[in-house]
């Protein structure tokens, strides 16, 4: 739904579909870096 959404808004996205994992820590672990340089870059 949320890809729907931003197609229909213009909004870009970057939608990261990992197999096998849920949203736990480990999951989130493995992406936490990058989202946390993403905001930093725009926070500046």
């Not at 996205?13 to 905001?39: N, P, V």
């Amino acid at each position: 739904l949320l890809e729907e959404a931003c197609a229909r808004a213009g909004q870009p996205l970057t939608l990261r579909r990992q197999d096998g994992y849920d949203h736990s820590y480990f999951f989130i672990a493995t992406f936490i870096e990058d989202h946390l340089r993403w905001h930093a870059t725009r926070l500046g």
